[in-house]
Protein backbone atom coordinates (compact mmCIF):
# COMPACT_ATOMS: atom_id res chain seq x y z
CA UNK A 1 0.00 0.00 0.00
CA UNK A 2 0.98 3.38 -0.59
CA UNK A 3 2.16 5.12 2.33
CA UNK A 4 2.30 8.63 0.46
CA UNK A 5 6.08 8.88 1.60
CA UNK A 6 9.09 9.57 -1.48
CA UNK A 7 12.46 8.09 -0.60
CA UNK A 8 14.93 10.49 -0.61
CA UNK A 9 18.40 9.76 -1.15
CA UNK A 10 21.20 12.36 -1.34
CA UNK A 11 25.00 11.69 -0.78
CA UNK A 12 25.98 14.71 1.94
CA UNK A 13 23.52 15.43 4.72
CA UNK A 14 23.64 19.06 3.46
CA UNK A 15 21.94 17.90 -0.07
CA UNK A 16 19.60 15.89 1.93
CA UNK A 17 18.40 19.44 3.68
CA UNK A 18 18.28 21.34 0.68
CA UNK A 19 15.73 18.21 -1.12
CA UNK A 20 13.91 18.02 1.46
CA UNK A 21 13.21 22.40 2.00
CA UNK A 22 12.81 22.45 -2.06
CA UNK A 23 10.10 19.28 -1.78
CA UNK A 24 8.05 21.05 1.10
CA UNK A 25 8.01 24.27 -0.68
CA UNK A 26 6.81 22.92 -3.79
CA UNK A 27 4.19 21.78 -1.46
CA UNK A 28 3.33 25.08 -0.38
CA UNK A 29 3.34 26.63 -3.24
CA UNK A 30 1.10 24.28 -5.01
CA UNK A 31 -1.57 24.75 -1.30
CA UNK A 32 -1.31 28.59 -2.52
CA UNK A 33 -2.39 27.95 -6.16
CA UNK A 34 -5.50 25.74 -5.37
CA UNK A 35 -6.33 28.70 -2.96
CA UNK A 36 -6.15 31.34 -5.37
CA UNK A 37 -9.81 33.46 -6.11
CA UNK A 38 -10.31 35.69 -8.75
CA UNK A 39 -10.36 38.28 -5.64
CA UNK A 40 -6.76 37.48 -5.11
CA UNK A 41 -6.01 37.65 -9.11
CA UNK A 42 -8.21 40.40 -10.10
CA UNK A 43 -5.57 43.11 -8.56
CA UNK A 44 -2.33 41.58 -10.29
CA UNK A 45 -3.98 40.80 -13.64
CA UNK A 46 -5.11 44.55 -13.74
CA UNK A 47 -1.52 46.04 -13.10
CA UNK A 48 -0.79 43.22 -15.82
CA UNK A 49 -3.54 44.62 -18.35
CA UNK A 50 -2.02 48.62 -17.71
CA UNK A 51 0.87 47.75 -18.80
CA UNK A 52 -0.48 46.72 -22.23
CA UNK A 53 -2.52 49.58 -22.57
CA UNK A 54 -2.24 53.20 -22.73
CA UNK A 55 -6.15 53.92 -22.36
CA UNK A 56 -6.94 55.05 -19.20
CA UNK A 57 -10.18 55.42 -19.62
CA UNK A 58 -10.11 51.46 -20.25
CA UNK A 59 -8.23 50.41 -17.20
CA UNK A 60 -10.91 53.10 -15.53
CA UNK A 61 -14.09 51.18 -17.09
CA UNK A 62 -12.69 47.91 -16.24
CA UNK A 63 -12.90 48.57 -12.74
CA UNK A 64 -15.81 50.12 -12.67
CA UNK A 65 -17.31 46.85 -14.14
CA UNK A 66 -15.33 44.93 -11.75
CA UNK A 67 -16.89 47.33 -8.59
CA UNK A 68 -20.30 46.76 -10.09
CA UNK A 69 -20.22 43.10 -11.58
CA UNK A 70 -18.36 40.80 -9.54
CA UNK A 71 -16.95 42.73 -6.28
CA UNK A 72 -20.11 41.73 -3.94
CA UNK A 73 -20.83 37.98 -5.22
CA UNK A 74 -19.55 34.63 -4.55
CA UNK A 75 -18.09 33.78 -7.39
CA UNK A 76 -14.65 36.01 -6.92
CA UNK A 77 -13.87 33.77 -3.50
CA UNK A 78 -14.28 30.50 -5.33
CA UNK A 79 -10.56 28.90 -5.82
CA UNK A 80 -9.76 29.59 -9.38
CA UNK A 81 -9.39 25.56 -9.68
CA UNK A 82 -12.82 25.16 -9.15
CA UNK A 83 -14.22 27.20 -11.37
CA UNK A 84 -14.98 24.73 -14.29
CA UNK A 85 -17.30 25.26 -17.31
CA UNK A 86 -21.07 24.17 -15.53
CA UNK A 87 -19.97 27.17 -12.64
CA UNK A 88 -18.87 29.28 -15.23
CA UNK A 89 -21.78 28.25 -17.59
CA UNK A 90 -24.33 29.06 -14.74
CA UNK A 91 -22.74 32.36 -13.96
CA UNK A 92 -22.61 33.83 -17.34
CA UNK A 93 -26.23 33.35 -18.28
CA UNK A 94 -27.26 34.55 -14.51
CA UNK A 95 -25.80 37.63 -15.60
CA UNK A 96 -27.24 38.29 -18.51
CA UNK A 97 -30.64 37.69 -17.45
CA UNK A 98 -30.24 39.44 -13.96
CA UNK A 99 -28.87 42.74 -15.83
CA UNK A 100 -30.83 42.14 -18.85
CA UNK A 101 -28.08 42.76 -20.78
CA UNK A 102 -26.97 43.64 -24.81
CA UNK A 103 -24.49 41.70 -26.54
CA UNK A 104 -22.15 44.51 -26.13
CA UNK A 105 -22.96 44.87 -22.21
CA UNK A 106 -22.21 41.25 -21.43
CA UNK A 107 -19.01 40.63 -24.03
CA UNK A 108 -17.49 44.41 -21.90
CA UNK A 109 -18.11 42.62 -18.31
CA UNK A 110 -16.84 39.41 -18.88
CA UNK A 111 -13.56 40.72 -20.39
CA UNK A 112 -12.59 40.39 -17.06
CA UNK A 113 -13.38 37.01 -16.31
CA UNK A 114 -12.18 35.91 -19.67
CA UNK A 115 -8.86 37.65 -19.77
CA UNK A 116 -7.83 37.22 -15.78
CA UNK A 117 -8.77 32.98 -16.37
CA UNK A 118 -6.15 33.80 -19.41
CA UNK A 119 -3.50 34.63 -17.28
CA UNK A 120 -4.39 32.44 -14.81
CA UNK A 121 -3.60 29.84 -17.11
CA UNK A 122 0.25 31.96 -18.33
CA UNK A 123 0.90 31.77 -14.08
CA UNK A 124 0.37 27.90 -14.14
CA UNK A 125 -2.43 28.06 -11.61
CA UNK A 126 -4.82 26.22 -13.78
CA UNK A 127 -4.12 24.34 -17.64
CA UNK A 128 -6.72 25.72 -19.31
CA UNK A 129 -9.46 28.47 -19.05
CA UNK A 130 -12.92 26.65 -18.76
CA UNK A 131 -14.65 30.19 -19.56
CA UNK A 132 -13.22 30.04 -23.32
CA UNK A 133 -16.04 26.75 -23.72
CA UNK A 134 -19.22 28.47 -22.35
CA UNK A 135 -21.38 29.29 -24.91
CA UNK A 136 -24.23 31.68 -24.13
CA UNK A 137 -27.36 31.35 -25.60
CA UNK A 138 -27.32 34.62 -28.09
CA UNK A 139 -31.35 34.81 -27.72
CA UNK A 140 -30.79 35.59 -24.18
CA UNK A 141 -29.32 39.19 -24.93
CA UNK A 142 -31.98 42.47 -24.65
CA UNK A 143 -32.40 43.64 -28.53
CA UNK A 144 -30.69 46.87 -28.31
CA UNK A 145 -33.02 49.75 -30.71
CA UNK A 146 -30.52 52.25 -32.66
CA UNK A 147 -30.99 55.49 -30.78
CA UNK A 148 -33.23 58.46 -32.84
CA UNK A 149 -31.58 59.93 -35.57
CA UNK A 150 -32.46 63.67 -33.74
CA UNK A 151 -30.42 62.61 -30.91
CA UNK A 152 -27.49 61.30 -33.04
CA UNK A 153 -26.91 63.81 -35.73
CA UNK A 154 -27.20 67.86 -37.25
CA UNK A 155 -30.06 68.35 -39.30
CA UNK A 156 -29.65 70.18 -42.05
CA UNK A 157 -30.81 73.35 -40.95
CA UNK A 158 -29.25 72.75 -37.19
CA UNK A 159 -25.82 72.22 -39.17
CA UNK A 160 -26.46 75.57 -40.89
CA UNK A 161 -26.71 77.52 -37.62
CA UNK A 162 -23.88 76.06 -36.20
CA UNK A 163 -21.70 76.76 -39.29
CA UNK A 164 -22.85 80.19 -39.41
CA UNK A 165 -22.74 80.55 -35.30
CA UNK A 166 -18.83 79.58 -34.79
CA UNK A 167 -17.66 82.04 -37.16
CA UNK A 168 -19.34 84.72 -35.55
CA UNK A 169 -17.78 83.46 -32.85
CA UNK A 170 -14.61 82.90 -34.27
CA UNK A 171 -14.46 86.66 -35.54
CA UNK A 172 -15.38 88.47 -32.19
CA UNK A 173 -12.25 87.19 -30.99
CA UNK A 174 -13.10 87.32 -26.93
CA UNK A 175 -11.72 84.17 -25.72
CA UNK A 176 -8.93 81.92 -24.85
CA UNK A 177 -9.03 79.74 -27.17
CA UNK A 178 -9.55 82.03 -30.19
CA UNK A 179 -9.01 79.10 -32.83
CA UNK A 180 -11.20 76.65 -30.99
CA UNK A 181 -14.64 77.80 -33.26
CA UNK A 182 -12.31 76.65 -36.32
CA UNK A 183 -11.42 73.40 -34.97
CA UNK A 184 -15.21 72.89 -34.47
CA UNK A 185 -16.09 73.70 -38.12
CA UNK A 186 -13.03 71.73 -39.04
CA UNK A 187 -14.31 68.87 -37.22
CA UNK A 188 -17.46 68.67 -39.01
CA UNK A 189 -15.41 68.17 -42.81
CA UNK A 190 -13.47 65.47 -41.47
CA UNK A 191 -15.15 63.97 -38.99
CA UNK A 192 -12.27 63.58 -36.68
CA UNK A 193 -12.16 62.29 -33.31
CA UNK A 194 -11.75 65.24 -30.70
CA UNK A 195 -8.02 63.67 -29.76
CA UNK A 196 -7.18 63.89 -33.41
CA UNK A 197 -8.44 67.21 -33.80
CA UNK A 198 -6.42 69.00 -30.90
CA UNK A 199 -3.23 67.25 -31.86
CA UNK A 200 -3.01 68.34 -36.48
CA UNK A 201 0.12 69.45 -37.37
CA UNK A 202 1.18 71.51 -40.20
CA UNK A 203 3.40 69.22 -41.12
CA UNK A 204 0.32 66.40 -41.50
CA UNK A 205 -0.90 68.28 -44.83
CA UNK A 206 -0.31 65.92 -47.95
CA UNK A 207 -0.26 68.35 -50.93
CA UNK A 208 -2.79 68.77 -52.72
CA UNK A 209 -6.06 67.62 -50.97
CA UNK A 210 -5.03 65.41 -47.99
CA UNK A 211 -4.42 65.65 -44.08
CA UNK A 212 -2.44 62.53 -42.69
CA UNK A 213 -4.03 61.83 -39.12
CA UNK A 214 -1.33 59.62 -37.04
CA UNK A 215 -1.52 61.15 -33.63
CA UNK A 216 -3.93 61.86 -30.82
CA UNK A 217 -4.68 63.57 -27.20
CA UNK A 218 -4.57 61.19 -24.48
CA UNK A 219 -7.22 62.78 -22.19
CA UNK A 220 -6.59 62.59 -19.28
CA UNK A 221 -2.78 63.88 -19.32
CA UNK A 222 -3.54 66.01 -22.01
CA UNK A 223 0.01 63.78 -23.37
CA UNK A 224 0.43 63.55 -27.55
CA UNK A 225 0.71 60.19 -28.54
CA UNK A 226 1.97 59.55 -31.76
CA UNK A 227 -0.39 57.04 -32.64
CA UNK A 228 -4.44 57.38 -33.03
CA UNK A 229 -7.00 55.36 -31.00
CA UNK A 230 -6.34 51.97 -33.57
CA UNK A 231 -4.01 50.90 -36.22
CA UNK A 232 -7.13 51.87 -38.58
CA UNK A 233 -7.00 54.92 -37.10
CA UNK A 234 -3.56 56.03 -38.75
CA UNK A 235 -5.16 57.42 -42.26
CA UNK A 236 -5.24 59.80 -45.21
CA UNK A 237 -8.60 61.87 -44.89
CA UNK A 238 -10.02 64.39 -48.04
CA UNK A 239 -10.16 68.01 -47.37
CA UNK A 240 -12.53 69.89 -49.14
CA UNK A 241 -12.29 73.22 -49.92
CA UNK A 242 -13.95 74.51 -46.67
CA UNK A 243 -11.36 72.69 -44.74
CA UNK A 244 -8.63 74.39 -46.53
CA UNK A 245 -10.36 77.73 -45.73
CA UNK A 246 -10.81 76.86 -42.52
CA UNK A 247 -6.90 75.88 -42.26
CA UNK A 248 -5.60 78.95 -44.01
CA UNK A 249 -7.80 81.44 -41.81
CA UNK A 250 -6.15 79.27 -38.57
CA UNK A 251 -2.67 80.01 -40.10
CA UNK A 252 -3.53 83.91 -40.74
CA UNK A 253 -4.38 84.81 -37.00
CA UNK A 254 -1.39 82.83 -35.96
CA UNK A 255 0.64 85.33 -38.31
CA UNK A 256 -1.64 88.21 -36.74
CA UNK A 257 -1.40 87.26 -33.51
CA UNK A 258 2.81 86.66 -34.12
CA UNK A 259 1.48 83.34 -31.89
CA UNK A 260 3.49 80.55 -31.33
CA UNK A 261 2.04 77.44 -32.14
CA UNK A 262 4.97 75.15 -32.63
CA UNK A 263 3.18 73.95 -35.49
CA UNK A 264 0.42 72.73 -34.43
CA UNK A 265 -2.69 74.04 -36.61
CA UNK A 266 -5.39 75.64 -34.32
CA UNK A 267 -2.73 76.30 -31.43
CA UNK A 268 -2.07 80.09 -30.17
CA UNK A 269 0.50 78.79 -27.10
CA UNK A 270 2.17 75.77 -28.52
CA UNK A 271 0.52 73.24 -27.16
CA UNK A 272 -2.26 71.37 -28.85
CA UNK A 273 -5.68 72.89 -28.33
CA UNK A 274 -7.46 71.15 -25.63
CA UNK A 275 -10.49 68.88 -25.89
CA UNK A 276 -12.63 70.68 -23.33
CA UNK A 277 -12.29 74.27 -25.53
CA UNK A 278 -13.94 72.73 -28.19
CA UNK A 279 -16.33 70.06 -26.39
CA UNK A 280 -17.66 73.46 -24.32
CA UNK A 281 -18.30 75.29 -27.63
CA UNK A 282 -20.99 72.60 -28.74
CA UNK A 283 -22.48 72.25 -25.48
CA UNK A 284 -22.93 76.46 -25.84
CA UNK A 285 -24.49 76.45 -29.42
CA UNK A 286 -26.79 74.31 -28.65
CA UNK A 287 -28.32 76.14 -25.83
CA UNK A 288 -28.00 79.44 -27.81
CA UNK A 289 -29.60 77.80 -30.66
CA UNK A 290 -31.97 75.93 -28.37
CA UNK A 291 -31.84 72.70 -29.76
CA UNK A 292 -30.97 68.83 -28.60
CA UNK A 293 -27.64 68.98 -26.76
CA UNK A 294 -25.06 67.14 -29.03
CA UNK A 295 -21.39 66.35 -28.47
CA UNK A 296 -18.53 66.64 -30.61
CA UNK A 297 -18.92 62.59 -31.77
CA UNK A 298 -22.22 63.67 -33.53
CA UNK A 299 -20.79 65.80 -35.03
CA UNK A 300 -18.36 62.74 -36.69
CA UNK A 301 -21.78 61.06 -37.15
CA UNK A 302 -23.01 63.61 -39.39
CA UNK A 303 -19.94 63.69 -41.18
CA UNK A 304 -20.18 59.84 -42.12
CA UNK A 305 -23.67 60.21 -42.81
CA UNK A 306 -23.61 62.90 -44.87
CA UNK A 307 -21.04 61.28 -47.19
CA UNK A 308 -23.43 58.13 -47.33
CA UNK A 309 -25.90 60.55 -48.07
CA UNK A 310 -23.98 61.81 -50.75
CA UNK A 311 -23.17 58.16 -52.41
CA UNK A 312 -19.27 58.31 -51.32
CA UNK A 313 -18.07 54.48 -51.42
CA UNK A 314 -18.88 52.71 -48.39
CA UNK A 315 -15.46 51.80 -47.78
CA UNK A 316 -13.80 54.95 -48.99
CA UNK A 317 -16.22 56.25 -45.94
CA UNK A 318 -14.41 53.38 -43.87
CA UNK A 319 -11.29 54.38 -44.29
CA UNK A 320 -11.67 58.03 -43.96
CA UNK A 321 -12.92 57.78 -40.33
CA UNK A 322 -10.28 54.74 -39.09
CA UNK A 323 -12.95 52.26 -38.72
CA UNK A 324 -11.78 48.40 -38.96
CA UNK A 325 -14.70 47.56 -41.28
CA UNK A 326 -17.80 49.17 -42.57
CA UNK A 327 -20.44 47.26 -40.49
CA UNK A 328 -19.55 49.99 -37.78
CA UNK A 329 -19.78 52.70 -40.23
CA UNK A 330 -22.82 51.79 -41.03
CA UNK A 331 -24.28 50.05 -37.52
CA UNK A 332 -23.60 53.03 -35.32
CA UNK A 333 -22.86 55.97 -37.38
CA UNK A 334 -25.55 56.15 -40.22
CA UNK A 335 -28.59 58.29 -39.73
CA UNK A 336 -31.02 60.22 -41.27
CA UNK A 337 -30.81 63.56 -41.66
CA UNK A 338 -33.55 65.01 -43.40
CA UNK A 339 -36.96 66.08 -41.91
CA UNK A 340 -40.19 64.31 -41.61
CA UNK A 341 -41.30 66.36 -44.85
CA UNK A 342 -38.68 65.53 -46.76
CA UNK A 343 -38.63 61.97 -45.93
CA UNK A 344 -42.24 61.64 -47.19
CA UNK A 345 -41.15 63.55 -50.60
CA UNK A 346 -38.05 61.27 -51.17
CA UNK A 347 -40.27 58.52 -49.97
CA UNK A 348 -43.25 59.43 -52.79
CA UNK A 349 -40.54 59.78 -55.54
CA UNK A 350 -39.07 56.48 -54.77
CA UNK A 351 -42.98 54.91 -54.73
CA UNK A 352 -43.57 56.32 -58.14
CA UNK A 353 -44.31 55.33 -61.59
Known sequence: MDSGRKLVVKSTKEALHASI??????????????SITLKHLYPRWLKYKELHS???????????????????TDMINIPIRNLDKLTLDVWAHSLIKDYNMTKTNYYNVTVILRQALDYAVDLNIVDANAFRLVKVNTKLFRKQKKKPSETQVFSKEEYESFHKFAWEDYNNRVKVYELAPLALLFQFQTGLRLGELCTLRYEDLEAPDYIHVQRMLRRDTNEVLEHTKSSDGDRQ??????AKRIISAAGERQKELEAKS????FSINGLPLTERSVADLYTKYCKRLDMIQ??????????ISQLIDGHVNINTIREMVGHADERRTLGNYCFDRSTESEKGRLIENALSF
Open 21 to 34: FAYYGNQDEARKSA
Open 54 to 72: EASTYITRINSDWKTYYLD
Open 237 to 242: VYLSSL
Open 262 to 265: DGYI
Open 294 to 303: KSSHKSRKTF
